[in-house]
C-alpha cells in the first residue's frame, strides 16, 4: 500500500498508453517521459510498460504502507526516504512506514520537469482498453481516471517481493544529449500543410527560439516565438492527429500535442515531433527555450532505433547486475 | 601456488616494459603480486587482509568492487558524494563505478573519515583499484 499524503496536483498513474483506441476517439494519453518509465520499470526487472506513478508538481509525499523496491528516474527531485538523501535515476527498498519526499527539480540546464515513481510490479490498477493510463479528459483508467489526492492509495503489485536495489543508471539526457546552439533541441518532420507556410516563416521556425509558454501541460504545449504565418488562409475539416504534431492557429504561435492530445483536430500541422524525441519534450520546463531540427523519414527511424539500442543495452546490463551473486537484498 | 611461483620470472619480464606499478594476480592456487622498485621487478609479499592499506597506517582501503569509470558524484549532480574530512558510515555510498549505462555504488566497509579520494572523477579503474582512503573512527 502507497498512500499519498501531499496534496497532489496533477500526479497520475501512467504507463506507456492506450494505442489502438484513436479510432473511438480515445487519446492515448502515457508518460510524458517514456523513457523514464521504461527505464525505471528495467531497474525494477518490472515488465517495460508497468504503471507508475508520473509527478509534475512538487513537492509530493508517499508513505509506503510495507516493504516495497521502488525506482524513481525523470526529473531529479532531491529525494528522501525518511529525510535520508536517495541518489537519481535508482533503485531504492522502502521499508513500512517509510515516507518518500520529492521536492523541486534540480540540475540547472539539465532540470527536468516530471518525476516518475515505479515501484516493484508496477502500480497494480484496472486496465482499461489495453492500458492503466490515467485518461484524464474520459475520466477512466489509472486511479479513478482521475489525478491523485492526498488519502489516495494505490497498490504496488510486487510489493513484499525481493528486489535487487542499490544501483541505477546514467539518465538518457546525458547518454543521448541533443542540442542545437546551445539549446535544448527535437527534431521535427514537416508535416501535411508545410508547404503551405510562408517560405520566411519556414526559415523562421528552424532558425528560431521557442519558449514553452505556461499554457503548456499534457495536452499540449503552446510556443512562443516568431509567429508563422500560411502563404493563404488554411480552413481544413477536423482529421485524426496524433501527440507530437505541430499545429499552427491563426495567432501564429505553434501548439505540439502532447500525450492527452484530443485525437482530432483542425488546425494546419507545420510538422510532428518524432516519436524518438518526445520524452525529451516531456521534461522540457515550462518557461524554458528550445529548438527544432528538420529532420526526415530515414533520420526518424534511426533516432528510434537509437533509443530502442540504449533499452535494450540498459535491459541487458541491468539483467546481468539483478542476476549476478551477492545481492545487496 | 607452485604453478603461479614459476610464472614470476614470466610476468616480470613482461611488467618491466611497462608503466604497471603493481601487479596482483589470484587464482585457485594462489596470489603473485609483484612491485617495481627502481627499474627493478620484486616480489612483494601477499597483503594479509583487504583492509590493510598500503601506507601501513590505520587506514582502510575502499577498492573498486568492479571494472568501471569511477565517479566521485552522480552524474546529474554537481556536489561529490563525500568530501576529504568528511564522517561517513558503514555502507553509505562513497563514489560509483560506471559500466555503460549501469551506475553502481562504491560503499564504504565500515564508518570512517575519508582521508583520501584515490582516483580522479571519470577515470577507469580496474578490479580491486584503491578508490578511497577511509581513517577508522
Given at each position: 500500500m502507497i498512500e499519498v499524503l501531499s496534496s497532489a496536483a496533477l500526479a497520475t498513474v501512467q504507463d506507456l498508453g492506450r494505442t489502438g483506441s484513436l479510432r473511438w476517439g480515445v487519446g492515448t494519453s502515457g508518460a510524458m517521459d517514456n523513457l523514464a518509465l521504461a527505464a525505471g520499470n528495467l531497474l525494477l526487472g518490472n515488465a517495460l510498460g508497468a504503471a507508475a506513478i508520473e509527478i509534475p508538481v512538487f513537492p509530493f509525499k508517499v508513505r509506503f504502507g510495507e516493504d516495497c523496491a521502488f525506482a524513481l528516474t525523470g526529473a531529479d527531485c532531491a529525494a528522501r526516504l525518511d529525510g535520508q538523501p536517495l541518489l537519481p535515476w535508482w533503485v531504492h527498498?522502502?521499508?513500512?512506514?517509510?515516507?518518500?519526499?520529492?521536492?523541486?527539480?534540480?540540475?540547472?540546464?539539465?532540470?527536468?520537469?516530471?518525476?516518475?515513481?515505479?515501484?516493484?510490479?508496477?502500480?497494480?490498477?484496472?486496465?482499461?482498453?489495453?492500458?492503466?493510463?490515467?485518461?484524464?479528459?474520459?475520466?477512466?483508467?489509472?486511479?479513478?481516471?482521475?489525478?491523485?489526492?492526498?488519502?489516495?492509495?494505490?497498490?504496488?503489485?510486487?510489493?513484499?517481493?525481493?528486489?535487487?536495489?542499490g544501483f541505477g543508471l546514467v539518465p538518457p539526457a546525458l547518454a543521448m544529449p541533443?542540442?542545437?546552439?546551445?539549446?535544448?533541441?527535437?527534431?521535427?518532420?514537416?508535416?501535411?500543410?508545410?508547404?503551405?507556410?510562408?517560405p520566411a516563416s519556414r526559415s523562421a521556425f528552424w532558425a528560431g527560439e521557442w519558449k514553452i509558454t505556461s499554457q503548456s501541460d499534457r495536452y499540449g504545449y503552446r510556443l512562443e516565438g516568431e509567429a508563422?504565418?500560411?502563404?493563404?488562409?488554411?480552413?481544413?475539416?477536423?482529421h485524426g492527429i496524433v501527440p507530437g504534431v505541430i499545429q499552427v492557429p491563426h495567432s501564429g504561435q505553434p501548439i505540439i500535442q502532447m500525450r492527452d492530445a484530443q485525437p482530432s483536430g483542425g488546425y494546419p500541422k507545420f510538422g510532428t515531433v518524432?516519436?524518438?524525441?518526445?520524452?525529451?519534450?516531456?521534461?522540457?520546463?515550462?518557461?524554458?527555450?528550445?529548438?527544432?531540427?528538420?529532420?526526415?523519414?530515414?533520420?526518424?527511424v534511426a533516432a528510434l532505433d537509437e533509443v530502442r539500442a540504449w533499452l535494450d543495452k540498459v535491459a541487458r546490463m541491468v539483467e546481468l547486475h539483478r542476476a549476478a551473486p551477492g545481492a545487496r537484498r | 601456488m607452485r604453478d603461479v611461483a614459476l610464472h614470476a620470472s614470466l610476468f616480470a619480464a613482461w611488467l618491466a616494459d611497462t608503466d604497471i606499478g603493481l601487479f596482483e594476480l589470484?587464482?585457485?592456487?594462489?596470489?603473485?603480486?609483484?612491485?617495481?622498485?627502481?627499474?627493478?621487478?620484486?616480489?612483494?609479499?601477499?597483503?594479509?587482509?583487504?583492509?590493510?592499506?598500503?601506507?601501513?597506517?590505520?587506514?582502510?582501503?575502499?577498492?573498486?568492487?568492479t571494472v568501471g569509470i569511477f565517479l566521485n558524484g552522480h552524474p546529474l549532480g554537481n556536489a561529490p558524494l563525500v568530501r576529504i574530512g568528511e564522517r561517513v558510515a558503514a555502507g553509505q555510498t562513497v563514489g560509483l563505478m560506471q559500466i555503460g549505462p549501469l551506475l553502481l555504488p562504491v560503499a564504504a566497509a565500515e564508518a570512517g573519515k575519508i582521508a583520501a579520494v584515490c582516483v580522479g572523477h571519470g577515470l577507469s579503474a580496474g578490479y580491486g583499484t584503491p578508490l578511497v582512503e577511509l581513517q577508522p573512527l
Open positions: 527498498q522502502a521499508r513500512a512506514g517509510q515516507v518518500l519526499a520529492l521536492g523541486l527539480p534540480q540540475g540547472g540546464a539539465q532540470r527536468g520537469t516530471r518525476a516518475m515513481l515505479c515501484v516493484a510490479g508496477g502500480v497494480d490498477v484496472p486496465e482499461v482498453l489495453g492500458s492503466r493510463s490515467t485518461q484524464l479528459r474520459g475520466a477512466f483508467g489509472g486511479h479513478e481516471g482521475r489525478s491523485l489526492r492526498r488519502g489516495d492509495v494505490l497498490r504496488a503489485a510486487g510489493a513484499g517481493a525481493a528486489c535487487k536495489t541533443l542540442e542545437r546552439d546551445g539549446l535544448p533541441a527535437v527534431r521535427v518532420l514537416p508535416a501535411a500543410e508545410y508547404a503551405g507556410f510562408d508563422l504565418r500560411p502563404i493563404a488562409p488554411m480552413e481544413l475539416r477536423s518524432i516519436e524518438a524525441d518526445m520524452w525529451r519534450l516531456g521534461q522540457a520546463p515550462i518557461g524554458s527555450r528550445m529548438r527544432f531540427i528538420e529532420t526526415g523519414w530515414d533520420e526518424a | 589470484r587464482t585457485p592456487n594462489g596470489t603473485l603480486r609483484l612491485g617495481r622498485q627502481g627499474d627493478d621487478i620484486v616480489e612483494l609479499p601477499v597483503e594479509p587482509s583487504d583492509a590493510q592499506g598500503a601506507a601501513g597506517a590505520a587506514l582502510v582501503t575502499v577498492k573498486a568492487p
